[in-house]
């Protein structure tokens, strides 16, 4: 079984793109997510940190997406077991 990794930064241009996409700003977000300042979203979009699992869920239903659209996954060449 090979290893499954996130790219987080391939995964927070998919989360900007979706965004654009869905026609929502930074600032609609950061107050959708009640956060004070937007720069945990911008993390998120750089691939400096990722949402918690309770943020992807709210982040998929205001995308209109699902997680897996979201997140984008790799699989290392090491081998598990």
């Not at 990794?5 to 927070?12: D, E, K, L, R, V």
């Not at 009640?34 to 691939?47: D, L, S």
Request: glycine share 8%; proline share 4%.
């Amino acid at each position: 079984m090979e290893i499954p990794s996130i790219n987080t930064i391939a995964t927070g241009r998919n989360i900007d793109r979706l965004r654009v996409a869905a026609g929502i700003s930074i600032r609609d977000m950061q107050m959708f997510f009640g956060f004070a300042t937007p720069q945990a979203i911008y993390k998120w979009i750089h691939g400096a940190s990722m949402p918690t699992i309770d943020n992807l869920v709210i982040l998929a239903a205001m995308l209109g997406v699902t997680l897996d659209e979201i997140i984008v996954v790799e699989t290392d060449a090491r081998k598990c077991g």
